[in-house]
C-alpha cells in the first residue's frame, strides 16, 4: 500500500510569489491534514479536509488556503509568499476525522524556501 | 489557549529507560498522541491514550492522566535508532491535532 505522496519535495520561491504543494493520501483515507514545521515551532496545524470540505482551521493568516479534490487528493496555497513562510510543510492523511482514534500517517513533506 | 509543554532535550545512554513528559491545556480533550521523527523523516505514530492508564507497545509505554493534564512516553531498552524527536500531540475539539514543539532524544553509546 502506497504512503502519503507530497509532491514536489522541494521549492525555492522568492517573496511576493505564490505556491502550491500537492498531497495524496493513502488509498482509502478520507481526511487529510496540513502542517506547518519550523525549527522549535513544531508542527503547527493549518486545516484539515474530510470529503472535500475543510473541516478545520488553524491561526493562519488567508494567504494560506487548500482544497480537495474528489478522489481525496488534495493542495495548498500560499500567496504572496514571506520570508517567514519558509518551513516544512507536512501533510497527513487518516481514515476519518483527525480525532478519536485516527491515526495520521505523514508524508515526507515539502520544504519550501522564500528567497 | 491551547498549548503542551514538553523537555526539548532528553539524552540517555543505550539500554537504558527514558521518559519524555507533556502537560496539556485545551478544551474538549479527545486524547493524547505521540509521534516519532527522524531528522529528515516524517513523522510516524507511536501511541494514543483517550483514557487514564498506561498502554504498552512493545519497547514504547504512553500514559495519562486527565485529571492531571498530563502525559508521558516512556522508551525501555534504549537503542541507537530512538535517537529522534518525540512529539506529544492532543486532539481537542476545536483545533484537532494540536502538537508540542518536540523533545530531542539523544541516546549515547
Known amino acids: 500500500k502506497a504512503g502519503v505522496t507530497q509532491t514536489p519535495r522541494y521549492l525555492i520561491k522568492t517573496r511576493g510569489q505564490q505556491v502550491t504543494l500537492s498531497c495524496s493520501p493513502i488509498?482509502?483515507?478520507?481526511?487529510v491534514s496540513w502542517y506547518q514545521q519550523t525549527p522549535g515551532q513544531g508542527l503547527q496545524f493549518l486545516f484539515e479536509?474530510?470529503?472535500?470540505?475543510?473541516?478545520n482551521k488553524g491561526n493562519f493568516p488567508g494567504r494560506f488556503s487548500g482544497r480537495q479534490f474528489s478522489n481525496s487528493r488534495s493542495e495548498m496555497n500560499v500567496s504572496t509568499l514571506e520570508l517567514g513562510d519558509s518551513a516544512l510543510y507536512l501533510c497527513?492523511?487518516?481514515?476519518?476525522?483527525?480525532?478519536?482514534?485516527?491515526?495520521?500517517?505523514f508524508g515526507a513533506g515539502t520544504r519550501l524556501s522564500v528567497l | 489557549g491551547q498549548s503542551l509543554e514538553q523537555p526539548s532535550e532528553v539524552t540517555a545512554v543505550e539500554g537504558a529507560i527514558v521518559q519524555i513528559n507533556c502537560t496539556y491545556q485545551?478544551?474538549?480533550?479527545?486524547?493524547l498522541s505521540w509521534y516519532q521523527q527522524h531528522d529528515g523523516g516524517a513523522p510516524t505514530f507511536l501511541s494514543y491514550n483517550a483514557l487514564d492508564g498506561l498502554e504498552e507497545t512493545g519497547r514504547f509505554s504512553s500514559f495519562l492522566s486527565r485529571s492531571d493534564s498530563y502525559g508521558y512516553l516512556l522508551l525501555q531498552e534504549l537503542q541507537m535508532k530512538d535517537s529522534a524527536s518525540y512529539f506529544c500531540a492532543v486532539t481537542s475539539g476545536t483545533y484537532k491535532y494540536i502538537f508540542g514543539t518536540g523533545t530531542r532524544l539523544k541516546v549515547l553509546a
Open positions: 497527513a492523511s487518516s481514515l476519518g476525522l483527525a480525532g478519536a482514534k485516527n491515526i495520521q500517517y
Open positions: 479536509y474530510f470529503s472535500e470540505t475543510q473541516r
Open positions: 485545551t478544551s474538549g480533550f479527545y486524547g
Open positions: 488509498s482509502g483515507h478520507r481526511s
